[in-house]
């Protein structure tokens, strides 16, 4: 009995194992002929079931990933024909399985990029390319999606479903795009997966389970990136940004669980070898001398890295960098970022001057950053009662508990303050 819990658990920790580092690879092998996502992970869902019951009985297979691979081809054959799509879908699959016979002995071809352009392809909606490629290439449960974008399975659901009728109703391919198209396309994938990154980072301690970790997921698609576009300099550099970040991840809450700010962050907590790796990335993408957005944002976290680590202030040149980064990313999000250096430089309410013009741009109305940041500036600037109500709304649009105490605590300071 103990024999078959043991092969039971061997068996499933492969499957598991393959499944985290193969998913995106044998789904977009699967799909880049026909082009139907969702019939590629039924097929594999199906072959990943089959492993479970055949793998403690027989033994793992040599290559799992070639065993899933024929395993998950067939279902998608028999599934075609169930549904009878046409001859030219099991022609499609028959050719498939043909090449990769001939590549038995050896690794299946790697086509995961491709895929990460057909999910962020132009012609889908922007608001779905993130998750649709969680999902494909990294195999989440809509659920998992749906809890990180706070939507309901059920909505997320329908929208992944409807992403992916689109990519087999429109012909979207799974190509890599040509040289002189790629800076553009690959734009929205690098976006993609910063973002996936965005919303894993209100979850640093990774208690949500429903999260499942997706600063970890994309961190594994940032290298998986450079791993498969080692000369595109943006690429470098967003992988190096996110290293930046997750380097001083453990360090943004203390003992009690209560965030710290990066001006009261330990240095010596942070991660050295992943800034070590950050720094070297970086040196990297500047070789290339093609400077982009995802370059500077990683050189304004090393500028802040620096400054903490030798107590040196820099304000200035990262004022110089946020100039430069608004130049060819403008938005209101820079724009706050970048008051928030120039108030350390030439004091709030030269800050508070800067972000007059986004007053009342719709577009932070919910960005609750933005109220954290009014609120000190105008707090610092002595416009106390400002304060109050700029710090009742940056309490109300928190979702971090951490966070939101630490603001409550500040309100708390001031209001006591005023008297």
């Not at 977009?28 to 089959?50: H, I, P, Y």
């Not at 970890?216 to 000369?231: D, I, Y």
């Amino acid at each position: 009995m103990a024999a078959a819990v043991n092969a039971d658990g061997a068996a499933r920790s492969i499957a598991e194992a393959v499944a985290r580092r193969s998913y995106g690879k044998l789904v977009a092998l699967l799909a880049m002929r026909t082009r139907d996502v969702a019939a590629a992970e039924d097929a594999l869902a199906d072959a990943f079931a089959s492993a479970l019951a055949d793998w403690p009985e027989r033994g793992c297979p040599a290559n799992p990933e070639a065993w899933l691979m024929t395993v998950a081809r067939r279902r998608a054959i028999d599934g075609a024909r169930h549904r009878r799509v046409g001859d030219e879908v099991t022609n499609q699959l028959t050719i498939l399985a043909d090449e990769i016979d001939e590549r038995e002995a050896g690794a299946l071809p790697d086509r995961r990029l491709a895929l990460l352009f057909a999910c962020t392809h132009p012609a889908l909606e922007a608001a779905i390319r993130t998750p649709l490629m969680l999902q494909v290439v990294l195999g989440l449960e809509a659920k998992t999606i749906a809890s990180a974008f706070l939507m309901s399975p059920t909505a997320m659901s329908k929208r992944l479903v409807r992403a992916k009728n689109k990519i087999r109703a429109a012909g979207i391919p799974f190509s890599v795009p040509e040289r002189e198209e790629l800076p553009g396309r690959l734009a929205a994938v690098l976006e993609a997966v910063y973002a996936a990154y965005a919303e894993g980072w209100t979850d640093p301690l990774g208690r949500d389970t429903e999260r499942r970790d997706l600063t970890g997921e994309a961190l594994f698609l940032a290298h998986l990136l450079v791993e498969l576009l080692p000369e595109e300099p943006e690429t470098l550099g967003l992988l190096a940004l996110m290293l930046y970040a997750q380097a001083r991840c453990d360090s943004r809450r203390d003992a009690a669980g209560d965030y710290v700010p990066l001006s009261a962050q330990n240095p010596a907590t942070w991660n050295a070898s992943m800034l070590d790796a950050a720094d070297a990335l970086l040196r990297r993408a500047s070789a290339f001398n093609a400077i982009g957005r995802f370059q500077l944002e990683a050189a304004l976290q090393s500028a802040h890295v620096h400054r903490c680590r030798t107590h040196r202030s820099n304000w200035d040149e990262i004022v110089r960098l946020y100039d430069a980064l608004f130049a060819i990313a403008a938005s209101p999000v820079v724009a706050v970022n970048r008051a928030l250096a120039l108030a350390e430089r030439d004091g709030p309410q030269a800050a508070l001057g800067a972000l007059e013009p986004y007053a009342n741009d719709p577009r932070l109305a919910d960005y609750q950053p933005y109220w954290a940041a009014r609120a000190d500036l105008l707090a610092r600037a002595g416009a106390t009662a400002e304060a109050l109500g700029a710090y009742d709304l940056a309490i109300g649009l928190e979702r971090d508990p951490s966070v939101r105490r630490f603001l409550q605590r500040k309100r708390i300071e001031l209001s006591s303050a005023r008297g």
